[in-house]
């Protein structure tokens, strides 16, 4: 069984920055993908980023070039580091840690990141 505990998420001003954190726990030999999603009231989950196991990334659109998504597979953690924040960044973050290709993942718990001035 694999645990998933996100860590990192506040209050910040526009323009700031945060690094969110993602540690997996337990029953691991590999991670193949860990992945960041965010969900805004009101609105569905989205995937922000994700880094696979050979370092390969995804990005949202809106995300690229402010966020950077990477990863510790020593310590089977994963960072994101977001920077120039806009309010519409204001969501919970969640973390998702897949073993396998085409496995749903185990979810953290959520941490919530709020933009406001």
């Known amino acids: 069984q694999v645990q998933v505990v996100e860590s990192g998420g506040g209050l910040v001003q526009p323009g700031g920055s945060l690094r969110l954190s993602c540690a997996a726990s337990?029953?691991?030999?590999?991670?193949?993908?860990m992945s960041w999603y965010r969900q805004a009231p009101g609105q569905q989950r989205e995937l922000v980023a994700r880094?696979?196991?050979?370092?390969?990334?995804d990005y949202l659109d809106s995300a690229r070039g402010r966020f950077t998504i990477s990863r510790d597979n020593a310590k089977n953690t994963v960072y994101l580091q977001m920077n120039n924040l806009k309010s519409e960044d204001t969501a919970v973050y969640y973390c998702?840690?897949?073993?396998?290709?085409?496995?749903?993942?185990?979810w953290g718990q959520g941490t919530l990141v709020t933009v406001s001035s």
């Open positions: 337990g029953s691991i030999s590999s991670i193949f993908v």
């Open positions: 880094i696979f196991r050979g370092g390969s990334t």
């Open positions: 998702n840690v897949a073993l396998q290709p085409g496995s749903r993942g185990t």
